[in-house]
């Protein structure tokens, strides 16, 4: 096994991270607020769970593309590529969903998203099977998040 090039990790988790924060600050909404507002579907959770889950979730993102990044693979850039579409589409979904309100649009986004995040795991498990197996809780939360938005667009649209 290779040595861990510390900064590269690093660089992966604290990057990962700063497009969650970024996201919910350009949005430009108190989100609190707003989610206390909406009618929410069955098995809501409560708002506070949302940025610990994220948070953990951002950091796993960032160690499995990081064992990708460090991997000797001929599939390694597409790998890599899908990771970072990935990001930007979960970048998206907070500004759309609380940012510009569009519910609708907020479904196509994390539609997108999942998609996105079976391809990327899909492919990182040809790479490094650890990077795909450590992006399976994000895949769960991917799909529940999925229920939510749906949830919310029926309820408050």
Do not use: C
Request: charged fraction near 10%; aromatic fraction near 16%.
């Amino acid at each position: 096994m290779k040595k861990i090039k510390w900064t590269d990790l690093l660089l992966f988790v604290v990057g990962t991270e700063l497009v969650g924060f970024l996201s919910s600050l350009v949005s430009g909404a108190d989100f609190k607020e707003h989610y206390a507002s909406m009618s929410k579907p069955p098995l809501s959770p409560p708002a506070l769970v949302f940025p610990i889950a994220w948070g953990i979730l951002f950091a796993l993102m960032g160690i499995s593309a990081y064992l990708v990044y460090s991997a000797e693979h001929r599939l390694r850039r597409r790998a890599l590529t899908l990771y970072f579409g990935q990001l930007f589409v979960n970048f998206l979904w907070t500004p759309v969903f609380f940012g510009i309100e569009s519910f609708i649009g907020a479904v196509i986004v994390i539609l997108v998203l999942l998609v996105l995040v079976a391809a990327m795991i899909a492919v990182f498990y040809h790479v490094r099977r650890s990077a795909a197996y450590i992006n399976i809780p994000y895949l769960l939360w991917t799909v529940y998040a999925t229920y939510l938005t749906i949830g919310f667009a029926i309820l408050n649209s």
